[in-house]
Each structure stands twice: as C-alpha cells, then as structure tokens.
C-alpha cells in the first residue's frame, strides 16, 4: 500500500507546472458547491492535496483546512497558504476517526492500486462525521497502467466505482463525466463523484 515512488518523483519534479495550472472554471464551482455544502467553521481535509490551490480555496472560505500528499514538493507548495496545515504522508499512513466534515479526494486514489482501494475507502469513511461530504474524483477506464510520464493509475468504471463507495458505507448522492487532457499531454475521460458518508 506504499506510494509508488515513480509517481512521487513525476510529482516532485513538476510541483510549478501544476501550481500554474490552477483550478478551471468549472472545477472552482465543484470546489465552491462543496465548500458551502460543510458546516461553517467545518473540518476538511485535501486528501492527496498537490500543490495546495483547493486546500487554500477551502482555507479562505473559513473552513479549518487540513491538506496532504506523498510527495514532498507539494507539501511544501500547501504549507505556504494560510490556514491550510499540511503534511507529508502517503494514503497508507492516513487513520483518523470521526474528524472530517468532508473529505476531497480529487485526482489523488486514482494512483493506488486497485487490490488497495477498498482499505483506502473504508479509512476515509471512518475519518468522516456522519453525513459528512466526500468527493472524489477519477479516471475512467479498465485496468491499471502508467502514463506517458511514469505516473502509475488505476481506471474505474462507474458501475465499479458506485460499487466500491457503497460497499464503504457512502451513499452516492450525483456524479458528472466529461474529458480532459492532463499533464502528459492525453485525453482522458473523468468521473467525480460527490457522496455522503
């Protein structure tokens, strides 16, 4: 359940261009839906949080914010923001209870490997209040495989992924598919979720 170090490194070499790159106007207003979806003064936590730039968004709407990601350029990016108190640490290590308000998951599971996701679930749904948020956001597709720049992914199906939230206690609540192209220059197909735990 390690992190895969190839991926870390990719991670860990391209901390600008992925700072640069900032949310789009359609990923702000998933990230404003779910910040007002929390109780005001509410725990979040950024989980596998990159650069920190959500971290930060979540922070500046008041939420206590907690953020972070194994590679260890990016927890430094995080750390910078006010409010957002990150750390160094790959999903493996992650064991809080009854903490979070809502969990944001964008991008981040979709590097560990298949055999692990149902421990990683159940982990974030015992970190959750009840009722709490969860999202989550992947790839679509069949398979494990690594990218172009040696990046390791796991691709779900939807049918499979609804499956893996409910067998960890979430209730889906709506979901959106669409295509972007991502740091290696491919188009891919996308899922994000958004659940209750």
Known sequence: MKADATTIAVYDAKTEEYRTLGASTS????????????????????YGCGPGCTA?????????THAFDASEE??????AYAGVTA????????????????????FSL?????????ALLDKIHKAMKTGGKFYIAMKLGQGEARDALGRFYTYYEETELRDLLCSAGFRWQSHRTGEDVGLDG??????SVLADA
């Open 74 to 79: 990016m927890v430094k990016l995080a750390s």
């Open 87 to 106: 750390w160094q640490a790959g999903f493996d290590a992650f064991s809080a209870k009854d903490t979070y308000d809502g969990i944001w998951a964008s």
């Open 27 to 46: 990923e702000r207003k998933v990230e404003i839906r779910f910040a007002q979806s929390l109780p005001k003064g509410g725990m979040v936590l950024d």
């Open 110 to 118: 979709l590097h560990a490997a298949r055999r692990d996701t149902p």
């Open 186 to 191: 491919k188009m891919s197909k996308l899922i």
């Open 56 to 64: 930060a968004y979540f922070a500046q709407q008041g939420l206590i």
